[in-house]
C-alpha cells in the first residue's frame, strides 16, 4: 500500500474519534483526497462539492460544465473546439484528470500535433506556415484569439481601413496579392485591359466612392487625338486594347476600309479634327506623292490600282485594249510603253514603234517584226522561211547555224556565191574558178558531178579523157573560168614543128596519139 495513502487514512480514523461531529465530514473528504488540484482550482479544493456530489459520479460534468460557462456554450452550440470533438456521453475527465499537483497540466494541449481543423479557425493559405505565437498571446488563453483579419492584420491594410474590416471579401489567406473581389457587381464591369490593371491605377489614394468611370475621366494623357474627337471614347475604341478601334467606318461613313486601308492609321488620312474637316475619298487626294505616273495617267487611280496595294493592277490589258500582253509584254511596266500621257497618247501597236533600237537589221527585214519573232522574246521561237529568199537552204546549209553566214544581224548584206563563204574550202585553189556550182551541190563537197562535154565547148576524148583538171587548169582563174580551145594553147612546147604549120594542130593530129598523123586539106 502507497505510503501517503497509508498515512491520510490512520489520520482520518484519529480525527474520527477525536473531532466534533460538525466538521467530521469535511475533513474526512479533504484528507482522503488523491493529491493537490491544479493551482487554478486550489480555490475550491477544501469544498469538494463544488466538483463533486456524494455518491453520484455522473453528475461531475456538469459541474465541470457550470464553472465553464464558455466551453458549455460551445458544447451547446457545437462550436469551437470542445464544441466540435465532444459526443454525447463524452465527460470532461475523459481528456482532463485532477489531483496530480498544482503544477500539474491537465489541459494536455501539444501546439505541435494540434489538430486546428478541431477549431472554428481553418489553418488555410499562409496561415499554416505562420508560428502559433503570431496569433495565440501567451498570457491569453488559446481560445481568445481574435478570428478576424484585422485585428492581426490591421497594420497591413493598405486601404487604411477605407473599405471596412472584411478583408476576406477580397482577399484570400493564400496571399493578399490574391484578389478574390468580383467587381461586375459594381456599376463598372473590368473587361479587357481593365481585368489586370492595379486596382489603385483608378482608385488613387484609396479613394473608392464616386470613381468616376467615364473613358476620358482616366485616359485624357492616352487621348492621341488631344480632344479633336470629343471624349466618348468608346464610340471607337474598346477595352481590349487603345490601339484597335471598333468604329465601323464602312457603314457609319461611305468609305469603307480595304486592304491595305484597314491597317493604316487614322491620322494618316484625317491630318485635321473630324469636327474641323473630312478629307476627300478620291484617291490623288491621298496619294499625290505616291503616284509614280506624275499625273500622266490621270487621277482615277482606282481604274488600274486597288486597296491591295500600289504594286497590283487589276487592270486588265487584254480585255479593255486592242494590245494582248503576251510573253515578254507581261512583265514589262506601263511606262515601257507609255511614256507619255495616257489620255493624249495613241499606241499603233505595232512592234517597230516599240522596237525600233532594238532593230539589229537596219530596217533591212521591213517593219512586220512578227514575221519571225514572237512576244516571248527577240530570241525565242524565231520563225523564218528561208526558202522564199533567193537562197533557199538545201542540203547540209538546212543544218548551218545561221550565224555561219550572217556574220551580222543584217541578213540582206550576206553574198549568195558559194565562194564568198567556201573560199577556204576550194581544194582547187581558184583554178577552176568560182563557180563552185558547177560542179558541187549542197549535200557535200565530195558528191560532184561534172560533165566537160555538155557544159563546155571542149570536149574531153582521146588523151584527154583520162587527164586531171589541174593538167589544165594550172593558173588561178577569175570568177568566169574562159580557156581557150587552140590545142597551140596547152601544147606549144610538144610542137615538133616549131608553128611552121600554125596553131591549129587537129587538121593533122587527133586526139588519140599525136604520133598518128591524118594531113586533112
Not at 493537490?36 to 455518491?55: L, N, P, Q, Y
Not at 463598372?188 to 467615364?214: M, S, W
Request: hydrophobic content about 25%; overall charge negative.
Amino acid at each position: 500500500m502507497n505510503y501517503w495513502k497509508l498515512i491520510r487514512i490512520m489520520a482520518a480514523y484519529i480525527l474520527l474519534i477525536s473531532a466534533p461531529p460538525a466538521s467530521l465530514a469535511v475533513d474526512i473528504e479533504t484528507l482522503l483526497m488523491p493529491g493537490e488540484v491544479i493551482s487554478g482550482h486550489a480555490k475550491f479544493e477544501s469544498d469538494c462539492s463544488s466538483c463533486h456530489t456524494r455518491f453520484s459520479k455522473n453528475t461531475q460534468t456538469r459541474l465541470c460544465l457550470d464553472c465553464h460557462e464558455k466551453v458549455d456554450a460551445d458544447i451547446t452550440a457545437r462550436d469551437g473546439f470542445h464544441g466540435r470533438i465532444v459526443k454525447d456521453g463524452d465527460t470532461c475527465k475523459q481528456c482532463h484528470s485532477e489531483h496530480l499537483g498544482r503544477g500539474a497540466d491537465i489541459v494536455r494541449l501539444n501546439p505541435a500535433t494540434f489538430n486546428h481543423n478541431d477549431t472554428d479557425f481553418l489553418l488555410q493559405g499562409k496561415h499554416r506556415s505562420t508560428s502559433c505565437s503570431a496569433c495565440h498571446d501567451s498570457d491569453e488563453p488559446y481560445r481568445n484569439a481574435p478570428s478576424d483579419c484585422k485585428s492581426c492584420h490591421g497594420k497591413q491594410d493598405p486601404h487604411k481601413g477605407k473599405l471596412g474590416e472584411t478583408c476576406a471579401d477580397c482577399h484570400t489567406p493564400k496571399s493578399w496579392d490574391q484578389v478574390k473581389f468580383d467587381h461586375d457587381k459594381t456599376d463598372f464591369r473590368l473587361q479587357g485591359k481593365h481585368a489586370d490593371t492595379a486596382c489603385d491605377a483608378c482608385h488613387i489614394n484609396e479613394r473608392y466612392a464616386r470613381t468616376p468611370v467615364a473613358c476620358n475621366s482616366c485616359h485624357a494623357l492616352d487621348d492621341v487625338h488631344n480632344g479633336a474627337n470629343g471624349q466618348k471614347c468608346s464610340d471607337c475604341h474598346n477595352q481590349s486594347d487603345w490601339s484597335k478601334s471598333r468604329f465601323d467606318h464602312t457603314r457609319e461613313t461611305k468609305f469603307p476600309l480595304k486592304g491595305l486601308h484597314k491597317d493604316i492609321n487614322c491620322k494618316a488620312c484625317h491630318t485635321k479634327s473630324v469636327k474641323e474637316a473630312l478629307p476627300h475619298k478620291d484617291c490623288i487626294s491621298c496619294h499625290k506623292n505616291d503616284d509614280r505616273h506624275h499625273g500622266r495617267y490621270g487621277k482615277t487611280c482606282q481604274s488600274c490600282h486597288t486597296e491591295a496595294g500600289w504594286a497590283r493592277s487589276n487592270f486588265n490589258h487584254d480585255i479593255k485594249t486592242d494590245f494582248a500582253l503576251k510573253g515578254g509584254h507581261q512583265e514589262l511596266t506601263c511606262s515601257a510603253c507609255h511614256s507619255g500621257n495616257l489620255s493624249s497618247e495613241k499606241l499603233s501597236g505595232n512592234c517597230i514603234d516599240c522596237h525600233r533600237n532594238d532593230d539589229v537589221h537596219k530596217g533591212q527585214e521591213g517593219k512586220q517584226c512578227a514575221r519571225c519573232h514572237s512576244a516571248a522574246g527577240w530570241g525565242e521561237n524565231i520563225v523564218f522561211d528561208h526558202d522564199v529568199t533567193h537562197f533557199p537552204l538545201l542540203g547540209l546549209h538546212a543544218t548551218a547555224p545561221c550565224e555561219e553566214c550572217h556574220v551580222s544581224a543584217a541578213f540582206r548584206d550576206a553574198p549568195g556565191d558559194c565562194i564568198s563563204c567556201h573560199r577556204n574550202d576550194d581544194a582547187h585553189e581558184a583554178m577552176l574558178g568560182e563557180a563552185c556550182h558547177q560542179c558541187h551541190n549542197p549535200n557535200s563537197w565530195a558528191i560532184w558531178d561534172f560533165d566537160h562535154s555538155e557544159q563546155t565547148r571542149f570536149a574531153l576524148d582521146g588523151s584527154h579523157e583520162n587527164l586531171r583538171c589541174i593538167q589544165c587548169h594550172n593558173k588561178p582563174s577569175p570568177a568566169n573560168l574562159n580557156l581557150s580551145t587552140q590545142c597551140n594553147a596547152c601544147h606549144r612546147q610538144d610542137d615538133v614543128h616549131k608553128g611552121q604549120f600554125g596553131s591549129n594542130c587537129s587538121r593533122c593530129h587527133t586526139n588519140e596519139d599525136f604520133q598518128d598523123v591524118q594531113i586533112n586539106y
